[in-house]
């Protein structure tokens, strides 16, 4: 038996989605996909997280078990367009696309977390058809890593399958930056880099050519890799990688970060409370250092070398404890300091404190997520290869494929009326990163990434006014 739980449906012009799965990523989903006007439907177990989600959103709730037949035709699986399995079990996310794959006619996203099957994510995706398998834990790692290997940056978001990046750095003190307006910077500075976006206190500005900069501005600019690195030298900002990492916890995310920290070289030790996982990680993670112990004790910490250690991730399931453990680091040690958060009550105060870096897993499952249920609904003329939320939430930077001819192409970039707080950040045509100028054009074939404050772009000529 299962119950439901229906709010009076306003008529939307979205997707019928349902999304199996009420937990963190499952919430974030339901909110973000609400707000972008798509038909919700959530399904869970437990009737206090669906009855929870229908409280605070327009959705369908029903509480039972997402990858039986009945629940999935009562929660309208024959006339859905996409179906997404957040469940905690990973078998029961793929039995639930199974179902929904033979029962209905639509797209299948599952979230596939346990190491088991991470060699074996392209097999299943191609014989079950579906979508997308996603990873949090993985993706978690893969954005952790790609910040130690620049550790002057706050985050490193990639595009054009990596050639390019978006860096984000707090201007130090006394920086050649300070008082540069972007103009000259171009000119004399870096010409191949484009500052996307600068956070001034409170404040989001997506800046123009007369733009200052100040120390203390947090800046986000695009580059190719090798000349975002450049450019960080060339104002005096260190730009090599860590040597070795402290991490607290062994769960899953710490797992995948060791390894491909180890296969790059880099020094990694572990502490973990459960001395069975302790053993597992011995065996998974030959190369790594793995200490059983509290990893909140102080004495432990300092013992194992939280002083001198060149970066400190704590990776525990307790967002208070990664909190404490990363403002301790930071008074007792010079290490880059990553700080994982899996759940957003108490945000506000959260920005306030000096946490380093912050990686929140929830968040980037939902963006790819998004970025995909996007493209489902945009026009023939472009499709969305990769969406960030950026500044906390405040901007979006998504990457377009122009894929035909359009209002957009063929003109330079100066005679197209684009809507304002809005950047064309990079063109990538076959390979060649450009920074654009007004005289530069888009042209079918190319992807392009933008930057704006709007949000729920769903193809690329909404940049037009």
Do not use: W
Request: proline content about 3%; aromatic content about 4%.
């Amino acid at each position: 038996m299962f119950e439901k739980f229906r709010k009076s449906k306003t008529a939307k012009q979205g997707l019928s989605i349902i999304i199996v799965g009420c937990g963190k990523v499952g919430a974030t989903l339901a909110e973000q996909l609400c707000k972008e006007g798509h038909d919700i439907a959530v399904v869970d177990k437990n009737p206090a997280r669906v009855q929870a989600l229908t409280d605070l959103y327009d959705v369908m709730g029903l509480v039972g078990n997402g990858a039986s037949y009945n629940v999935q035709i009562e929660a309208g699986i024959e006339k859905a367009d996409l179906i997404i399995s957040v469940t905690d079990s990973d078998e029961l996310n793929l039995l639930t696309c199974t179902v929904a794959k033979r029962v209905g006619n639509c797209a299948a996203i599952a979230r596939v977390r346990n190491p088991d099957y991470s060699e074996e994510v392209s097999y299943l995706q191609e014989r079950l058809e579906l979508a997308m398998i996603i990873n949090p834990e993985r993706e978690a790692a893969n954005e952790i890593a790609r910040i130690l290997y620049l550790p002057a940056a706050l985050s490193v978001n990639p595009f054009a399958r990596g050639q390019a990046e978006m860096v984000r750095i707090k201007i130090p003190e006394g920086n050649v930056l300070n008082g540069q307006s972007l103009a000259v910077l171009g000119r004399n500075i870096a010409r191949d880099i484009l500052v996307c976006a600068v956070e001034r206190g409170e404040k989001v500005l997506i800046p123009d050519g007369n733009f200052e900069l100040y120390s203390g501005d947090v800046v986000s600019f695009i580059a190719s890799a090798k000349e975002a690195t450049e450019f960080l030298e060339k104002i005096g900002i260190e730009t090599g990688r860590v040597s070795d990492v402290l991490m607290i916890g062994g769960g899953k995310s710490s797992y995948y970060l060791a390894k491909q920290l180890l296969d790059v070289g880099i020094g990694v030790k572990i502490i973990e409370s459960r001395k069975e996982r302790c053993e597992e990680l011995s065996v998974l993670l030959p190369k790594a250092v793995i200490i059983n112990g509290d990893g909140t004790k102080e004495e432990l910490l300092k013992e194992e070398g939280i002083e001198e250690t060149e970066a400190f991730v704590p990776l525990t399931g307790i967002d208070e404890e990664n909190i404490l453990l990363t403002l301790h680091a930071r008074e007792v040690s010079d290490a880059k300091v990553i700080t994982k958060i899996n759940r957003i009550t108490f945000h506000n105060v959260i920005s306030h404190l000096e946490l380093g870096s912050v990686v929140y897993p929830k968040y980037i499952t939902a963006e790819a997520i998004i970025a995909y249920v996007r493209a489902l609904t945009a026009s023939l003329n472009s499709n969305i290869e990769t969406l960030y939320h950026i500044i906390d939430h405040r901007a979006e930077a998504i990457e377009f494929r122009v894929t035909k001819e359009s209002a957009l192409t063929g003109k330079t970039l100066r005679e197209l009326s684009l809507k304002e707080n809005l950047l064309i950040a990079c063109i990538n045509r076959n390979g060649l990163i450009i920074i654009p100028g007004g005289e530069d054009c888009i042209l079918p074939g190319d992807t392009v990434v933008i930057v704006t404050t709007h949000t729920g772009f769903n193809d690329i000529e909404d940049i037009l006014r």
